[in-house]
């Protein structure tokens, strides 16, 4: 059964730094997109970041700067550090993945599986 798991999630006062795990099972991340959304309270979700099959990374301009997204595959999981954490960060964190058809440099439109989501909040 194809499972991403998000991990890492917590409470961070401004300027702290937290790192999201996305964990897949059932399949390897090595030829996937896979892209981190956030969904802040009563706002509609949102794409934050994206790694492509080609390796590519892409960031929405409030994270560019203060997020970085990775993979790892020997753990088979893209991590999302991020660091200078605002309050506006505040959101439930998902990530997405499909498998491109090509090359693709760009973060995909439509997506396959998604996980559950990981709760992030700023506290001052």
């Known amino acids: 059964q194809l499972q991403l798991v998000e991990s890492g999630g917590g409470l961070v006062q401004p300027g702290g730094s937290l790192r999201l795990s996305c964990a897949a099972s059932?399949?390897?991340?090595?030829?996937?997109?896979i892209t981190w959304f956030r969904q802040a309270p009563e706002q509609e979700r949102k794409e934050i970041s994206c790694i492509t099959n080609i390796g590519s990374t892409n960031y929405a301009d409030p994270v560019k700067g203060r997020f970085t997204i990775s993979r790892d595959s020997a753990k088979n999981t893209v991590s999302l550090q991020m660091n200078l954490l605002k309050l506006e960060d505040t959101a439930v964190y998902y990530c997405?993945?499909?498998?491109?058809?090509?090359?693709?440099?760009?973060?995909?439109?439509?997506?396959?599986?998604w996980g559950q989501g990981t709760q992030i909040t700023g506290s001052s």
């Open positions: 059932g399949f390897s991340l090595d030829d996937y997109a």
């Open positions: 997405a993945e499909v498998k491109p058809s090509r090359p693709r440099q760009s973060c995909p439109l439509e997506y396959n599986y």
